[in-house]
């Protein structure tokens, strides 16, 4: 897949690195080609940089990884996206997101063409990103959204960046529930002093 990374930090970045390993053609789409966050990605095989409308319009796939507050602006700036997947990895943060939205995803639906915008990779660190795997086993992720199309591509992904597996849990009226989720690892990593390296896994029987 063609894949537009808006936000290289450290979310962008760890994705960036899985999903170029898996041979996706990864396009950093970035304000100043000059200068960014994530430069040292562009070494790495399958990881080019790209202005964000022309990373856009390069792109099946476009996951943006910034600050949830600026998600209206940056929404604004990605151009043309009919046609396209919008995976949303961010969550609002102490009260900093779009002003009138109380998630990001649906900020996003309302400023940009595609329908098919989905919430995903949001619900954990960016260090399990860059490894998802606890001993034997690795962790889960979920995601939420109405688009089928945009849910079949992320649990491909999530599948690609290492996680065992990615359990859609409903539709557009999800989106808040994955960010309190996000905030629940959250709470336990930070708040509650049990430190990044813990994370989710659905177990049956």
């Known amino acids: 897949m063609k894949i537009a990374i ?19 053609q990864v396009i950093l789409g970035v304000r100043d080609i000059n200068q960014f966050k994530g430069q040292e990605l562009l070494h790495l095989p399958n ?3 790209a202005s964000i409308t022309e990373a856009v319009k390069q792109a099946e796939v476009i996951l943006l990884a910034t600050p949830a507050i ?19 990895s961010m969550n609002i943060i102490m009260n900093r997101g779009p002003q009138g939205f ?15 915008v989905v919430k ?8 399990n990103m860059q490894n998802p795997a606890y001993g034997s086993m690795s ?7 109405d688009s089928e199309k ?3 591509i992320a649990i491909q992904l999530a599948l690609d960046a290492g996680f065992s597996d990615c359990y859609a849990i409903g539709g557009n009226d999800k989106f808040a529930l994955m960010e309190q989720f996000a905030w629940f690892w959250i709470n336990l990593a930070m708040f509650q002093g049990q430190g990044r390296d813990i994370g989710f896994k659905l177990l049956k029987r």
């Open 6 to 24: 808006i936000g290289s930090g450290n979310v962008g970045g760890a994705l960036a690195s899985k999903w170029a390993q898996k041979e996706h």
């Open 47 to 49: 990881i080019s940089a």
């Open 70 to 88: 600026n998600t209206i602006d940056v929404v604004q700036s990605l151009g043309d996206t009919t046609g396209k997947v919008i995976i949303d």
């Open 102 to 116: 109380t998630n990001t995803t649906d900020a996003i639906l309302a400023h940009t063409q595609t329908r098919d």
């Open 120 to 127: 995903c990779f949001n619900t954990t660190g960016f260090n």
């Open 139 to 145: 962790l889960d992720l979920f995601v939420a959204g």
């Open 150 to 152: 945009g849910k079949n």
